[in-house]
């Protein structure tokens, strides 16, 4: 029929992986463009002594902040102590996020049950929760990653449920005229069709993750990123704190970048306007 | 046999759909449904597959009532619905998890060569034309070898010339084991060219208005006279069909003063 048309898309498809990665190379390099102009420039207003650095200290300083606290050690435990915060509240807030959202979506009587009172949860500002938490699960970890998988629920909850009740019902009855089972509905059309909007909701639980751990940490810890912010503050370091916010930045991306690599794979299949971009 | 027994719909807010239509097709006859738009020949469709429940009466092969899709009937819907996170390949042997590996392998090999994309296995379906997914989807249902296949306007989102050469593709695959065709269209060519039988449906509700058999031999020529008056035919039936509801209608709600002025 239309060999020309398939031999295109194929052609498109197969794009040399060196050219892939140069244009890859080239829209990293482009968004480098504005930050690193940005702290360059004001570096060299710095030594040209046109600026006081004592609350905003150039970059120069910072990173050797930050390379001092990598070097004693003192940056890891950190980063540790967060880390493990943001995943074990970000497992906990994701898994009971996707099982309810999959209920509600798919159940209108789970739907009818569950959903109001889940969402006059949601319009309670999270931070709300602290002090309650912190009564009921004292100031240490379990506080502090009850709050974090609170953030972390709503946004997957939302997502899987408006995902699965959006399956187009064509789809769903292919699975019916070949007589699956529910089960085997669930995990042969419903759960492969909702893929790429989970991953979407769980990159936004991941994102409030953080968001939340910052929260937590600025309330009350003796060590994890968020300490350092407050640290910083206390003891009149700004190159503390725009230390803390860089290792932040790095870890949040690299969070998100491990979702979006590790479920690449599993979404070849895309048919949208930017695939290959 | 499939038959139909005095099968009716009622929607909820009161439509009806369908009024009492029986018929009985033979096992492996071809029968096209024709009809406006309106006039159930897809509700008609979906309560054969088991998609949608009669309101009453029921429709049954060789005996068995149908209540849910069946295993020995097969669809084709009007989009191809492939599942896009699927291949080619994957998506033929869906409905066939029960065999073993092999023989899916064997059989998705096989019908793939037969519609004419032998080695389009590990394509996505959305690297595929119009037509070629409509023919994948049409060997996904027959895969299965079912007894009755079931067609809700397959082509009819195609140009002509691809209409065509599917319509050929499809008398082809039919051929091999012969199951009951029951093929949904508005098209009378495609119908005349199919079918042993077109079944011309009356909108408002959904009635039979008439059973034409078409006695051309396959392969046939579209351009025979004789083509052209079962064409005609047909054609001529189903203007019939389309301007006979207005006065059935104003039989049906005539209130007992309207009636006396007439």
């Given at each position: ?277 | 046999m499939l038959t139909i ?18 018929l009985n097709v033979d096992a492996g006859e071809i029968v096209a449904l ?14 054969i ?10 429709a049954a092969l060789d005996g068995e ?5 069946h295993?020995a009937v097969g669809?084709v ?61 049409i060997?996904?249902a027959l895969?299965t070898q079912p007894k009755a296949l079931l067609l ?15 319509q050929?593709?499809l008398l082809a695959l039919w051929e091999t084991h012969r199951p009951t065709l029951v093929l ?7 119908a005349?060219a199919l079918a042993d039988r077109a079944i ?11 059973d034409?058999p078409i006695d051309l031999p396959r392969p046939r ?42």
């Amino acid at each position: 029929m239309s060999e020309a048309t398939l031999d295109q898309t194929t052609t498109t498809n197969a794009q040399p992986k060196a050219a892939r990665f140069a244009v890859f190379g080239t829209s990293f390099l482009l968004g480098l463009v504005l930050p690193v102009t940005a702290g360059l420039l004001y570096e060299a207003a710095f030594r040209a002594g046109l600026v006081q650095a004592r609350l905003l200290p150039p970059p120069s300083r910072v990173f050797t902040t930050l390379w001092k606290l990598a070097q004693s050690g003192e940056l890891a435990t950190h980063v540790l102590a967060t880390t493990v915060r943001v995943g074990m509240g970000f497992g906990l807030g994701a898994l009971v996020g996707m099982l309810l959202g999959a209920l509600t979506g798919a159940s209108r009587n789970a739907r009818r049950l569950l959903d109001p009172t889940l969402q006059a949860l949601r319009a309670i500002p999270s931070l709300a929760w602290v002090p309650l938490f912190i009564l009921w699960l004292g100031i240490f970890e379990s506080s502090k990653i009850a709050l974090i998988a609170v953030g972390v629920f709503f946004p997957v909850y939302l997502g899987v449920m408006a995902a699965i009740a959006n399956v187009d019902r064509k789809i769903v009855e292919v699975g019916r005229v070949f007589r699956l089972s529910r089960l085997a509905l669930v995990r042969r059309v419903l759960l492969p069709a909702i893929l790429p909007d989970f991953i979407i909701a769980i990159r936004s639980g991941l994102g409030l993750g953080f968001m939340f751990v910052v929260a937590a940490e600025i309330m009350g810890a003796s060590e994890g990123l968020g300490y350092l912010l407050v640290d910083g503050q206390q003891l009149g370091k700004p190159d503390q704190i725009l230390a803390a916010i860089i290792a932040f930045a790095v870890l949040g991306k690299i969070g998100d970048w491990l979702i979006v690599v590790l479920t690449k794979p599993f979404l070849t299949w895309q048919d949208t306007h930017q695939r290959g971009a | 046999m499939l038959t139909i027994d005095a099968l009716c719909k009622i929607y909820p807010n009161g439509t009806q759909a369908l009024e009492k239509i029986s018929l009985n097709v033979d096992a492996g006859e071809i029968v096209a449904l024709v009809g406006g738009s309106g006039c159930g020949k897809t509700t008609l469709l979906r309560m054969i597959s088991g998609l949608e429940a009669p309101t009453r009466g029921h429709a049954a092969l060789d005996g068995e009532v149908i209540h849910a899709p069946h295993p020995a009937v097969g669809i084709v819907f009007q989009e191809a619905r492939l599942l896009p996170w699927l291949t080619v390949a994957q998506n033929i042997s869906f409905g066939l998890d029960h065999l073993p590996k092999d023989e899916q392998e064997r059989r998705v090999d096989e019908a793939l060569l037969r519609v004419g994309l032998a080695g389009y296995g590990n394509r996505w379906p959305r690297e595929l034309s119009g037509g070629q997914a409509q023919r994948v989807s049409i060997v996904r249902a027959l895969v299965t070898q079912p007894k009755a296949l079931l067609l809700d306007e397959p082509f009819s989102a195609l140009d002509a010339l691809t209409r065509e050469s599917l319509q050929d593709h499809l008398l082809a695959l039919w051929e091999t084991h012969r199951p009951t065709l029951v093929l949904v269209t508005h098209d009378v060519e495609e119908a005349v060219a199919l079918a042993d039988r077109a079944i011309v449906l009356q909108p408002k509700p959904g009635r039979i208005f008439a059973d034409i058999p078409i006695d051309l031999p396959r392969p046939r020529d579209r351009l025979s006279p004789e083509f052209a008056e079962a064409k005609r035919l047909v054609l001529k039936a189903l203007d019939g069909s389309i301007n006979q509801p207005h006065s059935h209608q104003a039989g049906r709600v005539q209130s007992p003063a309207a009636g006396g002025s007439f």
